[in-house]
């Protein structure tokens, strides 16, 4: 079975600043999927980035960018230009690449971003 | 395009009684996913509905049900409730099929407190 392990329960930042948000996983599969979701206080859960496993470069979407580290099963976010309404719950998924869409969650990084 | 929207938004049971959940999937979508977020967590895999058939099930126990309708709404069903199924439950809808690769898009999911 496929675990997701995030080992920053808590992380801060100040405003502008650049934040690195940490998550491994471990799965004995070669085609997956790895995502960041995030789950402002407000709750819904927002995609904010994903990254295939077959692909080679990383993910980038304005601000925020991952580092995919497939032999180490390493796989972090950085948000840059950290803004207030950054500030949530970060959560690190894993998918199959078979049919079931099941989403594997680590445990998640509650980011405070202050002003 | 109307997202994904859940109810009620919060519900209080008592132990043994049973409770139904409500999903709208995004508009076009054929895929409802449930899961379980206790506080603090991140969210659990519960089952998955494709087409109106379940395609995977995570480690719930039977009393745990579902079901998905024609229009790809989707129910959970719980009986006999205990304390521990005190949650925010979460349902992502998507569009599935052989590639695999669809985000999921959540719901802001059904608070249920269980004294």
């Known amino acids: 079975a496929q675990t997701v392990t995030q080992s920053q329960p808590e992380m801060s930042v100040q405003e502008a600043e650049t934040v690195t948000l940490s998550c491994t996983y471990d799965t004995s599969e070669n085609n997956y999927y790895l995502f960041w979701y995030k789950q402002p206080p407000s709750r819904q859960m927002i995609l904010v980035i994903r990254q295939e496993a077959y692909k080679q470069q990383n993910a980038t979407e304005n601000r925020f960018s991952v580092n995919f580290q497939k032999a180490a099963k390493s796989f972090s976010l950085k948000i840059s230009d950290s803004q207030l309404g950054d500030t949530a719950m970060y959560f690190c998924?894993?998918?199959?690449?078979?049919?079931?869409?099941?989403?594997?969650f680590g445990k998640g990084t509650l980011l405070t971003v202050n002003p | 395009e109307t997202g994904v929207t859940q109810s009620p938004t919060h519900l209080i049971k008592t132990r043994g009684q049973q409770v139904t959940l409500r999903c709208s999937s995004q508009s076009g979508h054929n895929t409802v996913s449930w899961y379980q977020q206790a506080l603090g967590q991140g969210p659990q895999f519960i089952f998955q509905?494709?087409?109106?058939?379940?395609?995977g099930r995570g480690n719930f126990p039977p009393r745990f049900s579902g079901l998905q309708f024609p229009n790809y709404s989707s129910e959970l069903n719980v009986n006999a409730l205990e304390l521990d199924d005190s949650a925010l439950y979460l349902c992502?809808?998507?569009?599935?099929?052989?590639?695999?690769?669809?985000?999921?898009?959540f719901g802001p999911g059904t608070r249920l407190t269980v004294t």
């Open positions: 509905y494709y087409r109106e058939e379940e395609n």
């Open positions: 992502a809808s998507s569009l599935g099929g052989l590639a695999g690769m669809y985000e999921q898009y």
């Open positions: 998924a894993y998918r199959s690449g078979g049919s079931n869409y099941k989403l594997t």
